[in-house]
């Protein structure tokens, strides 16, 4: 089987989750004897290259603007890549690359799944042209798709508002490998940034609205007098939000017990993770968090909101999930906080959870079913 995976960028720094979830399926189809093929846009105005890394083929497009990730393309290229998979796998939405081979794939008559990851309502900023994107091609791509990808029970009725019949929808949440989480060195990362020996909450992603880490700074200052001795730090790169927070946080004054230490990778993550007395989401809107499993393979238990679409944590006694307001997070940190033998049974229950349920292995399998499927019913 040949499979082209689609997505904007593999950068971890701007791309995220879609760009960890595009890496590791990649990875691991070709790790099942897939030949796989990703098709990406480089950070920078280089020329396309094709690399080779852990058996994947990697095309990257180089790219004119990094605000909209438009690339500078050949529609022969792509239509040849497209032409030499058996399937294509489409991940995110807003973007021109995922037109580009949308429009490919039909006049081939490809057959190909997306999996938007989250992204299909409406939000934040660009509205106006997120809706032009929708009216020329967006719903296009996600109606005519021969199956939907929902990596969470809250983008169900995503796609259903796209038009999407259910029998199209299936569910393959995101996963972990844990031979990734097992090395960091959590002296070093304390004295890195200045955290000493306090304990501390994460708040582990971008700096920007959707994520809510306005929300948590905001709980965390009105509930100083019963977190006295705890710090907060806020590990990922600024998605427009960390002046705002810079100058949120001036006005608590509460001290120097906030740390902003940018996006974090390799060992640092590890020890970050490992040091946490707690994993904070406070996202106004989420599809299934990646950064959960992480917490949960490294032992930690997490506070998360409502919207995050992963409410099983607090089922299986991994975590709290609480409103997303400031109100309700400052009750859910005070709740989870008071209780240090409570919060190592919830690290516990959701690292068992996680390495019983969220593998890497585990959600290729279903998207080589899928994918089986697909192809049988064309044949």
């Given at each position: 089987?040949?499979?082209?995976?689609?997505?904007?960028?593999?950068?971890?720094?701007s791309?995220?989750?879609?760009?960890?979830?595009?890496?590791?399926?990649?990875?691991?189809?070709?790790?099942?004897?897939?030949?796989?093929?990703?098709?990406?846009?480089s950070?920078?105005?280089?020329?396309?290259?094709?690399?080779?890394?852990?058996?994947?083929?990697?095309?990257?497009?180089?790219?004119?603007?990094?605000?909209?990730?438009?690339?500078?393309?050949?529609?022969?290229?792509?239509?040849?890549?497209?032409?030499?998979?058996?399937?294509?796998?489409?991940?995110?939405?807003?973007?021109?690359?995922?037109?580009?081979?949308?429009?490919?794939?039909?006049?081939?008559?490809?057959?190909?799944?997306?999996?938007?990851?989250?992204?299909?309502?409406?939000?934040?900023?660009?509205?106006?042209?997120?809706?032009?994107?929708?009216?020329?091609?967006?719903?296009?791509?996600?109606?005519?798709?021969?199956?939907?990808?929902?990596?969470?029970?809250?983008?169900?009725?995503?796609f259903?508002?796209?038009?999407?019949?259910a029998?199209?929808?299936?569910?393959?949440?995101?996963?972990?490998?844990?031979?990734?989480?097992?090395?960091?060195?959590?002296?070093?990362?304390?004295?890195?940034?200045?955290?000493?020996?306090?304990?501390?909450?994460?708040?582990m992603?971008?700096?920007?609205?959707?994520?809510?880490?306005?929300?948590?700074l905001?709980?965390?200052?009105?509930?100083?007098?019963?977190?006295?001795?705890?710090?907060l730090?806020f590990?990922?790169?600024?998605?427009g939000?960390?002046?705002?927070?810079?100058?949120?946080?001036?006005?608590?004054?509460s001290?120097?017990?906030?740390?902003?230490?940018?996006?974090?990778?390799?060992?640092?993550?590890?020890?970050?993770?490992?040091?946490?007395?707690?994993?904070?989401?406070?996202?106004?809107?989420?599809?299934?968090?990646?950064?959960?499993?992480?917490?949960?393979?490294?032992?930690?238990?997490?506070?998360?909101?409502?919207?995050?679409?992963?409410?099983?944590?607090?089922?299986?006694?991994?975590?709290?999930?609480?409103?997303a307001?400031v109100?309700?997070?400052?009750?859910?940190?005070?709740?989870?906080?008071?209780?240090?033998?409570?919060?190592?049974?919830?690290?516990?229950?959701?690292?068992?959870?996680?390495?019983?349920?969220?593998?890497?292995?585990?959600?290729?399998?279903?998207?080589?079913?899928?994918?089986?499927?697909?192809?049988e019913?064309?044949?």
């Open positions: 089987m040949r499979v082209l995976n689609v997505n904007m960028t593999l950068d971890p720094v791309g995220g989750g879609t760009a960890e979830r595009t890496f590791q399926i990649s990875r691991s189809l070709a790790e099942t004897g897939v030949e796989c093929t990703v098709l990406t846009i950070s920078g105005p280089i020329p396309a290259h094709k690399i080779v890394i852990g058996g994947v083929r990697i095309v990257s497009l180089p790219c004119w603007s990094r605000r909209y990730y438009i690339p500078r393309f050949s529609c022969q290229n792509i239509e040849e890549l497209v032409n030499d998979a058996d399937i294509i796998h489409v991940m995110g939405h807003w973007t021109l690359i995922n037109a580009l081979v949308y429009y490919a794939a039909r006049r081939l008559k490809k057959p190909y799944v997306v999996c938007p990851a989250g992204a299909l309502p409406l939000y934040g900023r660009s509205q106006l042209l997120k809706k032009l994107y929708n009216f020329f091609v967006g719903r296009n791509i996600i109606r005519n798709a021969d199956a939907c990808i929902a990596i969470a029970s809250n983008e169900m009725s995503h259903k508002n796209y038009g999407v019949d029998d199209k929808i299936h569910f393959i949440p995101n996963g972990i490998n844990g031979d990734d989480f097992k090395s960091g060195d959590e002296n070093a990362f304390r004295s890195k940034y200045n955290i000493g020996s306090h304990p501390f909450i994460l708040f992603g971008r700096l920007n609205h959707i994520k809510g880490p306005d929300l948590l905001r709980a965390f200052c009105e509930a100083r007098e019963g977190l006295a001795d705890y710090h730090v590990a990922g790169p600024d998605g939000m960390r002046a705002e927070l810079d100058n949120l946080y001036k006005q608590f004054s001290g120097n017990k906030v740390h902003f230490v940018g996006y974090l990778g390799g060992p640092d993550k590890i020890a970050a993770y490992k040091e946490a007395e707690v994993l904070v989401i406070p996202s106004r809107q989420e599809a299934m968090s990646i950064v959960v499993l992480e917490a949960g393979i490294s032992g930690k238990p997490v506070l998360i909101t409502d919207r995050c679409g992963f409410n099983d944590i607090a089922a299986v006694n991994g975590g709290v999930v609480v409103p307001s109100q309700g997070i400052q009750k859910g940190l005070v709740e989870i906080l008071k209780d240090a033998e409570k919060r190592r049974s919830m690290g516990r229950s959701l690292k068992k959870y996680v390495e019983n349920n969220f593998t890497w292995k585990i959600a290729v399998e279903k998207y080589l079913q899928v994918y089986r499927m697909i192809l019913r064309g044949t």
